[in-house]
């Protein structure tokens, strides 16, 4: 029926690493790691996962190091292990990887325009477009709900993921992913149900 919950999914954004500060692109998965504002990051969201007392049925993660990283602080509040979901993979950014918003400005400001404002098109001609990566989440979002039927889960994942998620959940335009904000060991909750999704928390982060 229209207002059966499917699934509740839990969002935790992995911890910091040495590009956050910069919002620096990156699409590699095993570099940079967690630092140590990360860790602490996520330190405080599984004391905020204790504190909440969040139901959990599995634990899933992307497969970069950071989020990795993540997930087995997050594990070990459940005292339980966790499923690498590879299709969960960072938005392939081609040449533009591993420089900031500030380079792209400076040195691509075409680019960087067309990146924003026309997300069906891949910007550099070398990376993921924005529309492609969000219908690859949509797709990978779809399977894991399917398969959980009833659960309450956490996916441990970029900021972007969780970006696109929420852009998919509120059926808003693919070219406002670059308008939502989502900090670093932050939480964001939403409930998928039958014919529609609903935002239940954003980008949340204990204090």
Known sequence: MYF???CKVTFICNG???YSEDDRLTDSENYPPLS???????????EFIKRRGIKNSIIYSSPAVRSR????????????DFQ????????????FNGMTYEQL??????????LINSPEIATPDDAESITDFINRVEVTLNRVIEENIGNRIIIVTHKD???????????IPHSSLSRIYVKSGSATQISYYEKWSSLVYCDYTPM
């Open 105 to 114: 400005y400076e040195n691509y400001p075409d680019e960087l325009e067309k």
């Open 161 to 171: 993921i969780i970006k696109a998620a929420i852009c998919l959940a509120l059926n």
């Open 4 to 6: 059966n919950r499917k």
């Open 84 to 95: 690498v979901i590879e299709d969960l993979h960072p938005r392939k950014c081609g040449s």
């Open 69 to 80: 990283q993540s997930a087995e602080m997050v594990a070990k509040v459940y005292k339980q």
């Open 16 to 18: 910091a690493t040495i």
């Open 36 to 46: 140590e504002t990360g860790q602490q990051e996520i330190e405080k969201i599984c």
